[in-house]
């Protein structure tokens, strides 16, 4: 199946930007993403934003849209809130780049917890693993 997309983190970027709604700068990251990043702003998640979507290839422009296949689906609680990334690519998913989701994301969900307990927020949050294919 595929997906529009709407690029709000260039992969490289350190600046997480929400660009649906209304456009705000979310946080500043320590480490650059190593994908792009951004939404699927026809698809809606639990908590009510548009779905999350990780977008493979070379640097993507900020405020890019682009149309993709979905090749797997990254599992994650948020909150204790499921919150799926949508993986999208003009190619399937090779061992590399299951390899990098995998320690981005387990990196990402021990970090984004760890904040969460300083600020007192309750719910876990984790990374699941991945599920290849048209996880959407």
């Given at each position: 199946?595929?997906?529009?997309a ?9 600046l997480?930007?929400?660009l ?10 320590p480490l650059p993403c190593?994908?792009?990043y951004g939404?699927?702003?026809d698809l809606?998640?639990a908590d ?6 990780v977008?493979l290839g070379p640097?993507?422009p900020?405020?890019?849209v ?12 948020d909150g204790?809130r499921?919150d799926?990334?949508?993986v ?9 780049d ?5 320690a981005?994301f387990?990196?990402?969900?021990r970090a ?5 307990r300083l600020r007192?927020?309750e719910?876990?949050?984790g ?9 959407g």
């Amino acid at each position: 199946m595929k997906l529009r997309a709407l690029i709000e983190v260039p992969r490289g970027s350190f600046l997480k930007r929400e660009l649906h709604g209304v456009a705000r700068l979310a946080f500043v990251s320590p480490l650059p993403c190593p994908f792009n990043y951004g939404c699927i702003p026809d698809l809606f998640g639990a908590d009510g934003d548009p779905a999350d979507a990780v977008v493979l290839g070379p640097r993507l422009p900020l405020g890019a849209v682009v149309e993709r296949e979905v090749v797997a689906r990254v599992r994650f609680v948020d909150g204790g809130r499921d919150d799926p990334k949508l993986v999208l690519s003009d190619r399937p998913l090779s061992a590399l780049d299951r390899a990098r989701l995998t320690a981005f994301f387990a990196f990402y969900a021990r970090a984004k917890g760890l904040l969460a307990r300083l600020r007192g927020r309750e719910g876990g949050t984790g990374f699941l693993g991945i599920e290849e294919g048209d996880a959407g």
